[in-house]
């Protein structure tokens, strides 16, 4: 926009894009604030303020007038599955950030009435029971009574899922057919399914049964994946390491960000891991990826950076709270192999191992090929998630040079974790502030998108306050961080992890022109506000990527929501409600929520005889 006082010069070295009247966090210790900056070729040419910048302003540069918001470097989600996420982005209903399940079945109903006959509607992840004012999972009753014709697929975590009856007709689930190993197929008295699937303790039932729905092909993938990254450009996310996981083949599941590297069309930059899928299969695929790519082959936009967030498959625990801690059998031998082979060839790994009592046995034979000189050669390697990690584990950790990435997963499941292990367990589940006191690198992320929302102001918000969706606070203030520190895990760690803390994670010249002008300031709003923060002006390699309020218009372009009847094109992605800034507004918000709650307990009554039809003259209507 244009801005008094900076006169464009015609120089040879202008800048490409200008931020000045900003309030700039850099993350940058020798210099934390400043009020300017200047981006060129992608990368940060100074920081300052408006009279250092001034020099750079051409009649090519743009000149963002940040009127005084706060900017942060562009967030780094170190835990996200990206590339799975994009691939199905535009077919999903996102619950993400839906105060109240019966806004969610509204949805439902609606977006049932325009999917094409063949499509399914599904809800995959995102969501918690307890983001609802009801605090209660939909029913299948109620999943047939939105979509009687539709199949309809809800995941509910890493615990379960709900169909209505079309649904079960498409996967052909009958009272003939048997539970999967480690899930369960719930049925009614008359031995038919009713709809609801467990995870017990597997979820794989639950994933197998969302594969068997229809998928985008050709164009449609590309366009997705465009969509998603642009929602999470909306965010204030610049980057991201793909953690890979269960249903995401390599080459085949990479080919759609490949190509759109190859266009230069990406719009975060994303460092991806590779999984082995077939038990039995994993060093087969591990050495005959060796062969094909070598960790850091790519560029700063799509690179890869290792093995992982499984090994092998019976290395894996599952992270399903409602169910105990699983038994893993003697996983070691073949374990040590896959690790063997990975140092041998120099690539370093990250391992998904939500208990301590994992992480132990996994530490045991890390600290075999030590003693044989093998660990780590020099290779990045890390824990993930670790939600009962240990004190004398992570000093073996420490010890052995590794990492540890967490993720607000507890927010999502914080409940089920209390219900089962207590108070104690989950004011510690994971122990953050312990894994830094040992300085251990510790990036932050979401694990998004089958289970917690990929909103990262929401893993944050969680990060410092220690609170769940549902309000509960499970951490005490001394196994939370502050506000610097919890960026720093979703900037610096990230970039760290990556082996990019040279190029990217501050604002400082030489570095990635990587940053988010926010809505909001991160540093100074009500704590319980964090989670409403998003960006109005992303910027990602000096390339304006998403732009709203007073900058709409000057993001890239990218093509419409495909296919039409997509939910996307209809509600968007994360749903976002108003910040509560005052009491007052609190109050009448939650008073909406328990209103119309209220009324779902009388029609339930009716529906049972238990009171008279009609309304109350108790209720008003304006809060329907």
Not at 5 to 33: C, F, M, W
Not at 60 to 83: C, E, F, M, S
Not at 185 to 194: A, F, M, Q
Not at 527 to 538: G, K
């Amino acid at each position: 926009m244009p801005v008094g006082g900076l006169v464009p010069r015609a120089t040879e070295d202008a800048a490409d894009v200008v931020v000045r009247n900003a309030k700039i966090y850099t993350g940058d210790q020798s210099r934390p604030h400043a009020g300017a900056l200047a981006i060129r070729d992608g990368r940060v040419l100074t920081v300052g303020d408006d009279a250092d910048v001034a020099p750079f302003v051409g009649p090519a540069t743009t000149v963002i007038d940040a009127v005084g918001r706060r900017v942060v470097p562009g967030l780094n989600d170190a835990h996200l599955h990206v590339i799975r996420g994009g691939l199905n982005y535009v077919l999903e209903l996102r619950w993400d950030g839906v105060t109240s399940l019966r806004q969610a079945l509204a949805m439902l109903r609606e977006q049932a009435a325009r999917t094409p006959k063949g499509q399914w509607v599904r809800v995959v992840g995102g969501w918690s029971a307890e983001q609802f004012a009801e605090r209660r999972l939909p029913t299948p009753a109620e999943l047939n009574a939105a979509a009687p014709d539709t199949p309809v697929f809800v995941l509910h975590l890493y615990q379960s899922a709900i169909l209505n009856r079309a649904a079960l007709k498409a996967v052909g689930y009958t009272r003939d057919t048997p539970d999967p190993k480690g899930g369960q197929i719930v049925r009614g008295r008359n031995g038919e399914p009713n709809g609801m699937l467990l995870a017990a303790p597997s979820a794989l039932i639950l994933y197998s049964t969302l594969a068997k729905a229809p998928t985008l092909e050709g164009e449609d993938m590309k366009t997705s994946t465009l969509h998603f990254l642009r929602e999470l450009n909306r965010f204030g996310l610049t980057s991201a390491i793909d953690a890979a996981g269960g249903f995401q083949n390599f080459p085949d599941n990479y080919r759609t960000v490949t190509e759109l590297a190859g266009e230069g069309r990406l719009s975060l930059r994303i460092a991806y891991h590779l999984f082995p899928q077939t038990a039995g299969q994993e060093l087969d695929d591990l050495a005959r990826w060796i062969e094909m790519v070598r960790p850091e082959d790519g560029d700063e936009w799509l690179r890869l950076n290792g093995a992982g967030e499984n090994l092998t498959w019976a290395a894996a625990d599952f992270e399903n709270f409602a169910e105990p801690r699983p038994e893993l059998a003697g996983y070691e031998p073949e374990f040590e192999k896959a690790v063997r082979l990975l140092l041998e060839h120099g690539w370093g790994f990250r391992l998904h191992a939500t208990y301590d009592e994992t992480i132990r046995r996994d530490l045991a034979v890390f600290e075999k090929l030590a003693a044989e000189g093998l660990f780590p050669a020099g290779n990045r390697w890390l824990f993930d998630h670790a939600e009962t990690v240990s004190r004398d584990s992570l000093d073996r950790i420490a010890a052995l040079g590794g990492a540890m990435s967490v993720q607000n997963r507890m927010s999502f499941q914080g409940e089920a974790f209390t219900r089962r292990y207590g108070l104690g367990a989950a004011a510690e589940a994971p122990p953050v502030r312990a894994m830094l006191e040992r300085g251990l690198t510790v990036g932050a992320g979401t694990d998004a998108t089958r289970v917690s929302s990929y909103n990262p102001w929401v893993a944050l918000h969680w990060l410092i306050s220690g609170r769940t969706l549902g309000g509960h606070v499970l951490r005490p203030p001394q196994n939370r961080v502050d506000r610097e520190t919890a960026l720093a895990m979703y900037t610096r760690a990230g970039a760290a992890l990556t082996g990019e803390e040279d190029v990217k994670g501050i604002l400082r010249a030489g570095y990635y022109g990587d940053l988010a002008v926010l809505s909001d300031d991160y540093f100074t709003v009500p704590e319980q506000d964090i989670v409403h923060i998003e960006s109005v002006l992303t910027v990602v390699g000096g390339r304006i990527v998403h732009a709203e309020a007073e900058y709409e218009g000057m993001a890239e372009e990218i093509p419409a929501v495909s296919p039409g009847w997509s939910p996307v094109a209809h509600f968007g992605g994360y749903q976002a409600a108003g910040a509560p800034h005052s009491t007052g507004a609190r109050q009448a918000e939650l008073l909406g929520q328990a209103v119309a709650e209220s009324e779902h307990h009388r029609q339930w009554r009716v529906r049972r005889g238990l009171a008279p039809e009609g309304g109350t003259e108790l209720f008003d209507p304006c809060f329907l």
